[in-house]
């Protein structure tokens, strides 16, 4: 046996045996034997040197189509920027800038022609297309509209712009988009004999302003290749398209696709998955315009749009029938992104194996369409704004799934950006260190992922204007610039946590009792030890998302990494393929009652009732759960609730929790108002209510009152209330927002801050409360959740499941220590630290008998890292960094 020392504190064993569980139980299915062999291809795809088993796989993203679409720049200057990594990626048809076709068509497949060898990738707007592109080809109701309302007088069939009176003015938008500068379209219809929408009878129009004192729209009709028609008051129905953008000076509001299984039909019975799919078979067909692709990217394409309850009248109508759904049926399936599915599976079938179907994939709204697609793309790593790269387990854990049920072959990707909004339309890229654009790219190869980037390294000083878009160091080994130069991985990516101690004893390995007595479930939820794994229910009759926690989980230190294998049955009515989201992440202490693992019981009373009822969103109450609640300049993690308002009825708003109250116990908490609140609003009566948990809160005088103000200030105050004597008891607190005396509920946007019940005195330390994804389908799948600045010496883990079905879990370990990988190549290595302190690693030992050297950078980027020196036995890599080391 060998011993290698892993400087982060611990002394790890390496044999053969460690070896074959990593990869067995290491990476799980994740690392599948797809992504060990390279898949023997001599069509279309087979002949592409970016999916050979040549690492790292690198190509240049959308500045392909940027510098295509200027006619300044001859072909042979941009074919020569462009073929110096693995193929191109950009937009070619105009379906969200105009023009693009122009000229972008001709050089993209001249490319091709030129270098048969690399990928030639069409970006696609998936998720909605700019109107102007759309005349002819799609009906009215092949488009999602917001909820609308009726004309409530007649409206003449007349060119230039009229004046449209209806129900709800409020329900249509001025100043939206991107830039703050678009108006919404809105589309028209008569009603049918059952007074629903048809469609089929319509036009569309823009809007040009709203009266809502005088409940008038004005309208340039018309519009989108339509024809003003006449529509009767009553009888007629105007609806605001769901729209996104403009991506550009020169675009448009684009238009939703409605993918939804209950998409309305135009007169030939199509609906607008069906005319899509013919748009895009003709144009990759032989002879189509796109005919010497190699496939596409769909940007945009979600799996879920929309939150399940808008909060608001104006919701997502998917259906036709002018009410808010949400991309839902009535049993709360979700239809839009089952009809995402099925439009991805005619696709595959109309394009073939041997076009590569991408989308983006980078959270658990994304694309679920496993099976089908040939990979994800990733735009930032792990999301667009993660410069901490906080979501580092999220971000592996979706790429390895895709790995492991992608459509063959497999071809993920990180699009490496990252963006900072500075306002509408304003956004720049950040300051962000070497070390952490190198972390992203070591990410990408210990995923098998390739890489193309949107956030280029620095041009340097006195570069010419003009000089080629400069590539990352790592991606062609510096100044030698050489693609591919890792050559072909020696073994799977290795992770050096599981080499440390289980902290959980080997309970986990194969779950029984010693690892139930650890899991408290949720009410709604129940656990059990099935067949050699914990076996998580939902409870008869309930209903949220299933919950367990594995309570008073050891940490020695400030990282902990769990590893579990996982399996789960279909969500009810959905396709066997669509896998499940599931959540993992440390859970606020039990004393902490504003939390986002576990919602709180809610409810409502209006004035003049009796009891409470649950609560009613038409209303206007709301209790939602906020993060980071800014109030004055200070920030705490908060419920913000609103007593009822529309329908000029009034009352109050409430949540509560159940707790056990400590010795000396004292109840600490903030309330705070919004901004607008001290201007406009008469103030929110806070009220704090105690009753025992054992007497029902319909018993009379079950309910103590233990604080009550009138506040409406911006800034948070602080108070503090003594439980001494109910000590050692189970209570019910409730927290209510009061519209107040005088019933006026306006601007009453009330919050409670950072709640807890704690015993009189310094507070115990707190571990920050995050969580990271991953997917749990039918086929068993480990998933890695790493959790860094661990501040205490236990935690309880939260397992969280969207879905019913019964969930599976095995092989549950966790160490003390961070996610620490490397992997070997033929030509080198790659080494990643995600943890925020320094890790030092034994090369000797992790690597027997190979020597390496760093690489040589070039000027403008990284030489302080990349030197080119040999490096010796050891390398202490830095909190949060990677390095791409050169075997001599």
Partial sequence: MRYCSVRFGWL?????????????????????LRAQVPQKDTGRLGRLEILQDRWPRAFFFRV???????????????????????????????????????????????????????????????????????????????????AGCRLTRDLPAEDGVSEMHVEDP???????????????????????????????????????????????????????????????????????????????????????????????????????????????????????RLGAFDGLEFDVLAFRRWPANPGTRRGVDTDGDGKSDQGLDRNGR????????????????????????????????????????????????????????????????????????????????????????????????????FSRHRLVFAAALVTDSAICYSFPPPR????????????????????????????????????????????????????????????????????????????????PG???????SLRAVPCRGPDLTVRVTMTAEPMEGYPVTIARAGWCGIADPAWVLVRADDPPRTGMRLRGESVDRPLDRTSGATVQYR???????????????????????????FWERAVTVPQKGVLRFAVGMGKLSPARSDGVLFRVLLRPADVSDEASGSWRVLFEKNYKAFAWEDHQISLKRWAGRRVVLRFVSDAGPANNSTTDHSAWGDV?????????????????MTFVGTGAFTSWFTFREVRTPKVDLLFEFEGRGPVHLRNVAAFSAPDVIVRAYEYGAVLANPSHHPVTLDLAALFPGRRFRRLRGSPEQDVAVNNGQQVGPTVTLGERDALFLVAE
């Fill in 627 to 653: 993060a980071a609640r800014n109030v004055g300049g200070r920030v705490l993690p908060a419920y913000f609730c609103h007593p009822p308002w529309r329908g000029k009825k009034t009352g109050y708003t």
């Fill in 64 to 146: 392909a189509e940027g510098l295509a679409a200027n006619p300044r720049l001859p072909f042979e200057a941009w074919d020569a920027q462009m073929s110096r990594l693995s193929g191109i990626m950009g937009k070619v048809l105009d379906e969200e800038i105009p023009g693009r076709s122009k000229r972008n068509i001709t050089a993209f497949t001249r490319f091709k022609q030129r270098h048969p060898k690399q990928v030639v990738l069409l970006h696609y707007n998936g998720n909605a297309r700019d109107p102007r592109n759309a005349v002819g080809k799609f009906s009215a109701g092949h488009w999602i509209y917001y």
């Fill in 170 to 288: 409020t329900r249509f938008r001025t100043a939206v988009g991107r830039y703050g500068r678009d108006n919404e379209d809105v589309g028209l219809c008569l009603l049918d004999d059952r007074g629903r929408p048809d469609w089929t009878r319509s036009e569309q129009v823009q809007l040009l302003a709203v009266d809502v004192k005088r409940r008038v729209l004005k309208v340039r009709r018309g519009c989108y290749g339509t024809t003003p028609r006449a529509f009767p008051a009553g009888k007629s129905w105007a609806a605001a398209h769901v729209s996104e953008g403009p991506w550009g000076g020169r675009s448009h509001l684009l238009w939703f696709y409605n993918y939804s299984t209950h998409c309305p039909r135009d007169s030939q019975g199509r609906t607008s998955a069906d005319i899509l799919l013919a748009d895009l078979a003709a144009e990759f067909a032989n002879g189509g």
């Fill in 460 to 539: 340097g000083k006195g570069a010419a204007k003009g000089a080629p878009y400069p590539v990352w160091d790592e991606l062609w080994k510096g100044i030698e610039r050489e693609k591919g130069w890792l050559g072909r991985p020696v073994g799977p990516p290795r992770r050096l946590a599981p080499e440390t101690p289980d902290v959980l004893n080997g309970a986990g390995a194969v779950p029984g009792q010693a690892l139930l007595r650890r899991l408290r479930p949720a009410e709604n939820t129940n656990a059990e030890i099935a067949n050699g794994a914990v076996r998580i229910t939902a409870r």
């Fill in 334 to 433: 979700n239809v839009y992104g089952i009809g995402v599915v099925r439009f991805l599976r005619r696709l595959r079938n109309r394009l073939g194996p041997d076009r590569l179907i991408l989308a983006d994939g980078n959270s658990d709204a994304a694309q679920r369409g496993f099976g089908l697609l040939n990979g994800i793309e990733s735009e930032g790593w792990p999301t667009l704004r993660d410069t901490e790269i906080a979501d580092w387990s999220g971000g592996l854990n979706r790429h390895f799934y895709w790995l492991a049920t992608a459509f063959p072959p497999s071809f993920n990707y990180v699009n490496h950006k990252f963006v900072e909004v500075m306002g509408l339309g304003r956004q720049r890229r950040p300051e962000v260190p």
């Fill in 12 to 32: 790890v064993r390496r044999t053969v045996g460690a070896v074959i569980c990593l990869w067995c139980a290491g990476f799980g299915t994740a690392y599948s």
């Fill in 756 to 772: 807890r019940v704690v015993s009189d005195g310094p507070e115990p330390p707190r571990t920050k409360p995050v969580r990271a």
């Fill in 542 to 548: 309930a209903i949220g998302p299933l919950r367990v």
